[in-house]
């Protein structure tokens, strides 16, 4: 998948990595969760197995192995095929348990088009917006009819895309608003040429935060506009459906209604005439 087509994101115990590229783990394992044209990156947790748990099942593991190469030597197989698919299986295995016990890292990304994002603050802000971006993407099944899923993938990924890239310059302009904050400490008078140097890098500085914190804010809302205008015309069409499947059981009910209207006065007459026919009888037999 080139860098046109889709984008990788994935997310550790220490960063945000987005990326036109598959992403690839330091230590540790992922598992990926492919959702169109975007495919997130979520360590696994490690599994906890000390290394003398791991080191002795590799010894069972081996301990059964040599019975097998045993029993294949007897049916005439070369035992040194037999011990090398053994001693193979073995060192797959203890690399995998090994992995599997190490906390998931993800590796750094090569290349001027891949984003990572170490601060809390952006880190916390672009998260918010994937979850964001995946209530958008639940809600285009039910919505099908009436957009182009392809289409909003494509629009949906490259705001992802997008909102990284403005992210990375916000955490690098947040530095150096740090810098320039801790340099504004000083005994120095208004006047010198440094002061004034500085106090301008400082304006500059708070244009270029104040910038990217609005389009980073667009983009945001935008997201979140589509998700609630989403869910809001689901949710439009679930009442009316339930307001259409009502209309229909009280026509049939009120059909099934009309039809022995009579029915229940009927038979209180005949109820009535049989029990006064039968007092009629018993009258007459009494005497």
């Known amino acids: 998948m080139t860098g046109l087509q889709g984008l990788f994101v994935g997310a550790d115990h220490e960063k945000i990595v987005v990326s036109p590229y598959p992403i690839r783990m330091r230590t540790g394992r992922a598992r990926r969760e492919r959702r169109g044209s975007l495919t997130e990156v979520v360590p696994v947790p490690p599994s906890g197995r000390s290394r003398e748990v791991r080191v002795r099942f590799s010894s069972q593991l081996s301990l059964a192995l040599l019975v097998l190469c045993a029993v294949l030597s007897a049916l005439g197989i070369p035992w040194w095929i037999a011990a090398a698919g053994s001693l193979a299986l073995v060192s797959f295995v203890s690399v995998q348990q090994g992995r ?11 290349g001027d088009d ?41 629009s ?7 909102l990284a890239a403005i992210m990375n310059r916000r955490q690098q302009i947040r530095r150096l608003r740090e810098e320039l904050g801790a340099a504004a400490l000083h005994n120095l008078p208004a006047d ?7 106090a301008e890098q400082r304006l500059r500085v708070e244009g270029l935060w104040r910038s990217t914190a609005s389009a980073a804010n667009r983009i945001l809302a935008s997201i ?5 205008a989403g869910e809001d015309l689901i949710r439009e069409q679930r009442v009316g459906q339930t307001a259409r499947e ?20 009927e038979l209180a007459e005949r109820t009535a005439a049989v029990i006064s026919a039968y007092r009629e009888l018993a009258a007459d037999h009494e005497r």
């Open 246 to 265: 009502a209309e229909l059981a009280i026509s049939r009910l009120t059909l099934a209604g009309s039809a022995p209207a009579d029915s229940g006065p």
């Open 224 to 228: 979140n506009a589509a998700a609630l």
């Open 114 to 154: 891949s984003f990572v994002l170490h601060a809390a603050e952006e880190r916390a802000a672009y998260g918010r917006a994937l979850e964001v971006a995946r209530r958008v993407r639940g809600t285009w099944p039910e919505l099908r009819r009436m957009i182009d899923p392809d289409e909003a993938d494509r």
């Open 192 to 198: 010198s040429p440094a002061v004034q140097a500085l």
């Open 156 to 162: 949906l990924t490259a705001a992802l895309r997008e």
């Open 100 to 110: 599997a016990a190490r906390k998931g890292t993800l590796a750094l990304p090569r």
